[in-house]
């Protein structure tokens, strides 16, 4: 079985408990506005080109037609480039990266367990990202399957719009979801991640009630999601799930995906002027505590 993916990560600290070695699969069926991952969403391979690096030197020019110079540096055209890659080894300001690759599923469970003396003596293991881990459904419970029958923790870091049938397979292969809960307000939820919260807050349901190991992760966005009405519903879901799940955090916007969008020639919208949430996380923190549940800033 491939598996299309765009990252492994080792030593991650933020991807579950203890130190973890993290792979980003390719695609997402998602759109949020604030998108940290913008690289992980297209499932296709796509040429990330950092024009603040080129010197103009030319030396990519005439591989293909996407190519041309503009203002002093390269300029590629979007709707012509083919991810080939070809303008990447010429460049010698490292200007072209391609991202996305396959692999077979079993040779990439091999690389990922590479450090599993450091999982074993700090409680880690393996987590799977994205993009969105379920839009290869098939490929993250057989990694999940792997990681059980080697006696490896397996987190997934998951949006929850997926097939039901697919996380209650990962429940049964005993993964920790690190579950994106991005607000309450369907309205708001559609407008700032494309897709309503109806099947997200179902499949949570469904999960919990199979006992699943969950902790409930809440991404949040100053101007986007953090409303006084959004932080109530978020406080009342928690007082909700509290009983159920390991554990809740708040996972405040960074702009890091600013510049991968920018490689990736797509324009962030409005998100660029988003200051980074850090400062507000205590605040957030305080007004989610009538929920009773205590809460990680992650
Ligand atoms: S990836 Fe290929 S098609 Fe795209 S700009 Fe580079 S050489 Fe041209
Ligand atoms: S080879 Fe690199 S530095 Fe030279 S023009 Fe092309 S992108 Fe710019
Ligand atoms: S779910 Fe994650 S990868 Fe998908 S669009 Fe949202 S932030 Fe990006």
Request: with cysteine; net charge negative; proline share 4%.
């Amino acid at each position: 079985m491939n598996v299309s993916y765009f990252n492994v990560q080792r030593f991650c600290l933020q991807d579950g408990p203890g130190i973890r070695t993290t792979l980003f699969l390719k695609g997402c069926p998602l759109g949020c506005l604030w998108c940290h991952n913008p690289e992980g969403r297209a499932p296709r391979r796509q040429l990330l080109f950092r024009s603040d690096r080129c010197t103009g030197c030319g030396r990519c020019l005439g591989l293909c037609s996407a190519r041309r110079i503009e203002d002093g540096r390269a300029a590629v055209d979007r709707s012509l480039c083919i991810s080939c890659g070809r303008c990447v080894e010429p460049c010698l300001a490292d200007c072209n990266e391609i991202c996305g690759k396959e692999a077979d599923a079993d040779e990439l469970f091999e690389l990922l367990i590479r450090d599993r003396l450091f999982f074993e003596e700090s409680g880690g293991g393996v987590t799977v990202s994205g993009g969105e881990p379920l839009a290869q459904k098939a490929a993250t419970v057989y990694l999940a399957r792997r990681a059980r029958e080697e006696g490896i923790s397996f987190a997934v870091e998951t949006s929850g719009y997926a097939d039901p049938a697919a996380l209650l397979e990962l429940a049964g292969e005993g993964a920790l979801f690190l579950y994106d809960i991005k607000g309450i307000d369907e309205a708001r939820h559609v407008a700032n991640t494309g897709v309503s919260n109806k099947r997200i807050l179902s499949n949570l349901d469904t999960i919990l009630s199979e006992g699943a190991d969950v902790i409930v992760r809440m991404p949040l966005i100053p101007g986007y999601n953090d409303g006084e009405d959004d932080l109530r519903l978020l406080s009342e879901f928690l007082r909700s799930v509290g009983g159920k799940i390991r554990g809740a955090e708040i996972m405040p916007y960074h702009r890091i995906g600013l510049g991968k969008a920018d490689s990736l020639g797509e324009d962030a919208g409005d998100v660029k002027n988003v200051p980074d949430g850090r400062a507000f996380a205590e605040g957030w923190r305080a007004a989610l505590s009538s929920s009773g549940v205590e809460i990680k800033v992650n």
